[in-house]
C-alpha cells in the first residue's frame, strides 16, 4: 500500500515544480519567420506577440493579400511553437511525476 501523506508532499512538488517552470517559459521569448524571413513576429512564453518586423519588400498596395497571408502565418506558428514548448515543458513534468508515483507503487503506474 502506498502512504497518503507521502503522495500528498510529492503532489506538492509536482504542482511547485509545474507553477516555477510555466513562470521560467513565460519570461522566455522566441523569434519566427516566415516568406524567408520577410516577416518575423518574437512571442513570449504566454503567447503573447512581442513584436513584429515586416521587410519593406512584401508590402504591397496592389497585393495586401500576400502580406495578410505571411502575418497570419507568422501567428500561427509562433502559437505553435509557444503551444510546442508547454508541451515539452509539462511532459518533462509528467515524466516526473511517473517516477515519483512508480516509487510510491501507485497503482497504474510501473513499478520502480
Known amino acids: ?12 512538488e ?8 510555466q513562470e521560467q517559459l513565460a519570461k522566455e ?11 518575423k513576429m518574437t512571442f513570449n512564453g504566454k503567447l ?3 513584436s513584429l518586423q515586416i521587410d ?3 508590402i504591397d498596395p496592389n497585393d ?10 507568422a501567428v500561427n506558428e509562433g502559437i ?13 513534468q509528467f515524466g516526473n511525476f511517473g517516477n515519483i508515483a512508480a516509487n510510491l507503487n501507485l497503482p497504474g503506474f510501473p513499478k520502480a
Open 1 to 12: 500500500m502506498f502512504d497518503m501523506g507521502e503522495l500528498m508532499k510529492k503532489a506538492q
Open 14 to 21: 509536482l504542482s511547485t515544480n509545474m507553477q516555477e517552470q
Open 29 to 39: 521569448t522566441y523569434e519566427v519567420s516566415v516568406g524567408g524571413e520577410m516577416v
Open 48 to 50: 503573447e506577440a512581442q
Open 56 to 58: 519593406p519588400e512584401v
Open 64 to 73: 495586401p493579400e500576400t502580406l495578410q497571408d505571411l502575418v497570419l502565418s
Open 80 to 92: 505553435r511553437q509557444g503551444q510546442q514548448r508547454m508541451q515539452t515543458a509539462l511532459t518533462q
